[in-house]
T-cell receptor, first 113, second 114 residues
Framework: GAGVSQSPSNKVTEKGKDVELRCDPI?????LYWYRQSLGQGLEFLIYFQGNSAPDKSGLPSDRFSAERTGGSVSTLTIQRTQQEDSAVYLC???????????FGEGSRLTVL | GENVEQHPSTLSVQEGDSAVIKCTYS??????FPWYKQELGKGPQLIIDIRSNVGEKKDQRIAVTLNKTAKHFSLHITETQPEDSAVYFCAASIRGGGADGLTFGKGTHLIIQP
């Protein structure tokens, strides 16, 4: 399809393991965002990529979280040494620069046991 | 930084009635206010937005109002239908309409009772 694609849709892992979550943005969208949605909470901004500029990492909650965007397209969010409080839905979104509208994927649900 | 408060957290209305969701923001420099709808198992989707140079915007059964003096904005849904059941998020940004810099509220779970 032509929408934002995320994988895996569900991931169950053990505390202390590393996980990688993938996002394929809409073709031609220069901006890519990661958000975290915890139960009963809003959308927590994590990181923002715009073209070739340095990413805005101001929302990353700890140094266990990192993200890359290769070739201006696909992005991977990595969580090292996962903790139970990392359990959440991780949403990726893309947009055309400065248009305002975010196009979200369906999210990756992470459960840390 | 910006802080967005959203009320109520849950709203139950009878089908056909109106629903109103309210948000307040803290940064008077905020100038872009979108509303997103999230259906179960899906990502949020933009349904309407408003910029600070207007006070109201309508799109069929949906309207948004903005009071810059009081720093609050509201979503109004009229003639509610079962497919309106979802979680709604408001957001505010100082970035003039760019999607970066959005701060979201915690969401309102709207339930339409048949």
């Amino acid at each position: 399809g032509a929408g934002v694609s995320q994988s895996p849709s569900n991931k169950v892992t053990e505390k202390g393991k590393d996980v990688e979550l993938r996002c394929d943005p809409i073709s031609g969208h220069t901006a890519l965002y990661w958000y975290r949605q915890s139960l009963g909470q809003g959308l927590e901004f994590l990181i923002y990529f715009q073209g070739n500029s340095a990413p805005d990492k101001s929302g990353l909650p700890s140094d266990r979280f990192s993200a890359e965007r290769t070739g201006g397209s696909v992005s991977t969010l990595t969580i090292q040494r996962t903790q139970q409080e990392d359990s959440a839905v991780y949403l990726c979104a893309s947009s055309i620069q400065n248009t305002g509208e975010l196009f979200f994927g369906e999210g990756s649900r992470l459960t840390v046991l | 930084g910006e802080n967005v408060e959203q009320h109520p957290s849950t709203l139950s209305v009878q089908e056909g009635d109106s629903a109103v969701i309210k948000c307040t923001y803290s940064d008077s420099a905020s100038n872009y206010f979108p509303w997103y709808k999230q259906e179960l198992g899906k990502g949020p989707q933009l349904i309407i937005d408003i910029r600070s140079n207007v006070g109201e915007k309508k799109d069929q059964r949906i309207a948004v109002t903005l009071n810059k003096t009081a720093k609050h904005f509201s979503l109004h849904i009229t003639e509610t239908q079962p497919e309106d059941s979802a979680v709604y998020f408001c957001a505010a940004s100082i970035r003039g309409g760019g999607a970066d810099g959005l701060t979201f509220g915690k969401g309102t779970h709207l339930i339409i009772q048949p």
